[in-house]
């Protein structure tokens, strides 16, 4: 065990998180993404949510702030009818980054883009288009 290190995050998504480089991206998939058809490096965290992992990983990950959009959603194509869950989302990075602009993603374009990923967890998320992909930023300390 380490201080100060969410415990929701393991070894392996630890050494993952430290390899990436800045401009990599980290998708975060729900339950139904299809994580391991797509994955270069797959982490399973079956039985967490993705704000509960995003907000975890937020406190260790810097954004990039050399993009308009570091953070990406998967659209659901239906502007009056948005998930709720995008609304954490929007929560945990404001807490953790300050304001950030989100990209909406069409679904299959949002599959392709997690193709190229560096990594994608897969959760238990039940939430419906929960899948959030983050682009990593540079530490500055």
């Known amino acids: 065990m380490l201080k100060n290190i969410p415990s ?23 339950g139904n993404f299809p994580a391991a058809a797509c994955a270069q490096r797959l982490v399973r965290l079956d039985g967490h949510s993705v704000p509960n992992v995003l907000d975890a990983i937020l406190k260790l990950f810097p954004l990039d702030t050399y993009v308009d959009a570091p953070v990406a959603l998967m659209d659901n194509g239906d502007s009056e009818n948005r998930p709720p869950i995008w609304a954490e989302y929007k929560e945990i990075v404001e807490k953790n980054e300050g304001e950030k602009e989100f990209e909406l993603v069409e679904r299959f374009d949002f599959y392709d883009r997690a193709k190229k990923a560096y990594a994608i967890v897969s959760t238990g998320e039940t939430a419906i288009y929960a899948n959030i992909i983050i682009k990593k930023g540079v530490v500055i300390e």
């Open 8 to 30: 929701i995050l393991t070894p392996e998504l630890l050494k993952i998180l430290m390899e990436m480089g800045h401009g990599d991206e980290l998708v975060i998939g729900d």
